[in-house]
Every structure is written in structure tokens, then in C-alpha cells.
């Protein structure tokens, strides 16, 4: 039975796209089957693998669009899907950008990406949604979708309302539309050990949060190899498995896994 994490923030630029990446590649290390769905019409998830967004058809988008109008059948999904090294990707393209308004009109428009990703619950362990910088539809129906969520914060930048924000909604999704969701946990990225704020941005989400919500022990490393991981279209990890940003995905990966969270 696959489980379904997504992983959340409602700001760009905080890792949320590189986490998904090596973590699922983590999890294919340890034998796992893996696809991660891309739901943010940026199309970076397939960028960063290697293949030019706008140049795929069909994608997400197409899905979606296929889904609020009736039913999507499996072997249409998997016409859908790519493969790079060993993690499978469901992509998105700029075309996504429209479904929100769709959305907005669709008999059940929170559970149209649901409809999709439990068709591929049986094929793969490991379903791992990246979500769009925003609180929209989407994201609604990203969290409506998985069994799990996992917030990146970047260690710059403390926005504790925001964190609220996002934990609010978790919470108003699971007593509304998915009894099942629960939060994997908060992780720090480009985090510089020597850094008084980066400490301390950590310690100020522990004190306010940490009574509910797991804080990984594990912080994510700034590295410049991690910004140009997309040069090469690999995960760091299957590119430098040794970089310390690697080694940081691998053991909350593997945290993951040994805590039964995931
Ligand atoms: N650990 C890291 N160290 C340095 N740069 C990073 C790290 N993680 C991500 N980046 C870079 O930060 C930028 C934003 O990351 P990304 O994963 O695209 O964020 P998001 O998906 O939240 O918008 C990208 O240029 C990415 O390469
Ligand atoms: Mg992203």
C-alpha cells in the first residue's frame, strides 16, 4: 500500500522542489518504488530531472482536466508518467496555471487530485506530491490527497505566522475532507551551522510548535551544489551522494521510514 506525502510551504523558494527530489531518491536507495507528482505549474520537478516541462503532453494538467469532467482511467495516468534514473514523475507545465479557476466551479473540486493519486496507490511505495507557493486549490487538494505532509522552512527567514497558517490548514483539511492527513514533521534547509539565526530560527519553531508537531533533528545543509543540481537534471543524491546535503536527505529519509512516520 503506497504512502502519500506532500510536502508544503506557502513560500517559494525554500526547498520544497530539492526536497522532494533527494528524498525520494533517498527512498529508492533503500529499494523503494517511487513517483513524485508535480503540482506546481513552474514544472521544476522536471527541470530539475532533466526534461523540458513545456515540451510534455499530457500532463497533471491534463488529468485534472479529464478528472473534473469525468472519470481518468489508470493507463491513461500512466501515459502520464517519465521516468529519471530510478524515480518516476508525474510533471506539470505552465498549463497547470488555469486549473484553479476550473477547480473553483468542479463538483467536488477538493478531491480531483485524490482521484488521481489513488489510482496510483497500488503501483508505487512512495507517492510524494511537490505543491505550488500558494494556499489555493490545489494545495487543498494536494493535502486531500496524501496520508502525510512535511513542511521545509528555510533556516533564513522566520515566519512563524506562516508556519501557523500552513498547520491551520493541515488541520482544517483533516476535519473536513481527510481524517487521515498528519504532519510527517518540520525540517530547516540551507541551514549554516555557524549561523546564530539559523539556530535560532530552530529553537523559536521548537518552542512554539514543538509540543505538536515533530521538529527533525536533522537540518538540511546549505550547499551551492544543491542550487545546481538542476544543471545536471539528477538528484544530488544519485549526482554527489557524499554531499552533505545528501547525507542530510538520506537520514531524514531513513528517520522517516524508522519512526513509522512515513
Ligand atoms: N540546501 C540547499 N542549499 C543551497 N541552495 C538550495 C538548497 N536547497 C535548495 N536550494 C536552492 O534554492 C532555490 C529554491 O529551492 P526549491 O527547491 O526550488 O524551492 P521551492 O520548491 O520551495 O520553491 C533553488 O535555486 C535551489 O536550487
Ligand atoms: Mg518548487
Known amino acids: 500500500m503506497s504512502v502519500v506525502l506532500s510536502m508544503l510551504n506557502l513560500k517559494g523558494g525554500v526547498g520544497k522542489t530539492v526536497s522532494c527530489i533527494n528524498i525520494a531518491a533517498a527512498l529508492a ?47 491513461r495516468i500512466v501515459e502520464c508518467i517519465h521516468t529519471s534514473g530510478n524515480i518516476d514523475i508525474l510533471p506539470s507545465n505552465s498549463l497547470l496555471a488555469g486549473i484553479d479557476y476550473r477547480l473553483s466551479t468542479a463538483l467536488s473540486r477538493e478531491t480531483v487530485l485524490k482521484s488521481i493519486i489513488d489510482k496510483l496507490r497500488g503501483s508505487y511505495d512512495y507517492i ?6 500558494s494556499l489555493g486549490l490545489i494545495v487543498i487538494n494536494a493535502l486531500a490527497a496524501s496520508d502525510f505532509t512535511m513542511i521545509p522552512v528555510e533556516a533564513h527567514y522566520l515566519s512563524l505566522e506562516s508556519l501557523k497558517v500552513m498547520l491551520d490548514t493541515v488541520e482544517m483539511v483533516r476535519l473536513k475532507i481527510n481524517p487521515k492527513l498528519k504532519v510527517a514533521g518540520v525540517f530547516l534547509t540551507m541551514y549554516q551551522q555557524r549561523t546564530n539565526l539559523c539556530r535560532a530560527i530552530r529553537e523559536r519553531i521548537v518552542e512554539s510548535y514543538g509540543k505538536n508537531v515533530k521538529v527533525f533533528d536533522e537540518s538540511v545543509p546549505y550547499s551551492i551544489k544543491a542550487a ?9 543524491i544519485e549526482m554527489l551522494p557524499s554531499n552533505p546535503v545528501s547525507e542530510a536527505y538520506k537520514r531524514i529519509a531513513k528517520e522517516l521510514i524508522t519512526c513509522g512516520r512515513l
Open 128 to 133: 510524494i506530491i511537490d505543491c505550488p507557493p
Open 29 to 75: 536507495e533503500h529499494g523503494k518504488s517511487v513517483v513524485i507528482v508535480d503540482s506546481d505549474s513552474q514544472g521544476n520537478i522536471a527541470t530539475s530531472l532533466g526534461l523540458v516541462p513545456d515540451e510534455l503532453s499530457p500532463t497533471l494538467a491534463d488529468l485534472m482536466l479529464e478528472a473534473i469532467d469525468g472519470d481518468v482511467s489508470s493507463r
Open 228 to 236: 545546481e543540481q538542476t544543471l545536471y537534471g539528477k538528484s544530488l
